[in-house]
């Protein structure tokens, strides 16, 4: 912003001593590098902004659950990426990695992203999503654990 207030200064400084088809094309010049510097500008605030914010649940299944219904509770939580709201969205399982610190108490993660808040928020009262929850309620051992943050 200041370099635009600075040509500005500057063209209006020079315009005074030159005659006026020379201060047409300076103004023309100067209204070119601040369009450019604009883009920039906007390209760059673009940029700034692009953050997720990353809802991430965590679920205990019932342990008497056959395989084909934990297939079922998988598919139903993948369907919630109808939801216009939801920018990406994911569900896996544990992976046997070997490593000491994994903690496995969960049978299946969700994983989804949002452009921002207000988009967790359709998403949390969004009806078919009402309707996934009741459907895959009684599969659940406890209450699911929920994790969200800001991805920069």
């Known amino acids: 912003m200041r370099a635009i207030i ?7 400084i020079y315009a005074c001593k030159n005659p006026t088809i020379e201060i047409q094309a300076e103004l ?5 590098e601040i369009t450019l510097l604009k883009k920039q ?19 205990k299944l019932k342990p008497n659950l056959k395989k084909e219904q ?8 993948a ?3 109808k939801i216009e709201s939801t920018d990406d969205l994911e569900v896996g399982i544990p ?11 969960y ?6 992203e949002f452009e921002n808040m207000e988009g967790l928020k359709k998403y949390a009262v969004d009806s078919f999503h009402l309707e996934v929850r009741k459907r895959v309620g009684g599969m ?10 800001w991805l920069d």
């Not at 600075?6 to 209006?12: A, D, H, R």
């Not at 490593?99 to 496995?104: A, E, I, P």
């Open 6 to 12: 600075f040509i500005l200064i500057l063209t209006g």
């Open 28 to 32: 023309e010049k100067a209204h070119e």
């Open 41 to 59: 500008l906007e390209e760059e605030n673009e940029d700034d902004n692009q953050t997720f914010l990353v809802h991430t649940v965590f679920f």
């Open 70 to 77: 934990i297939e079922n509770f998988k598919k139903e939580l």
């Open 79 to 81: 369907s919630l990426g």
């Open 95 to 105: 992976a046997e990695t070997g490593d000491k610190r994994l903690v496995s108490d």
């Open 107 to 112: 049978d299946v993660v969700l994983f989804m």
């Open 140 to 149: 659940l051992a406890q209450a699911p654990i929920v994790y969200d943050y």
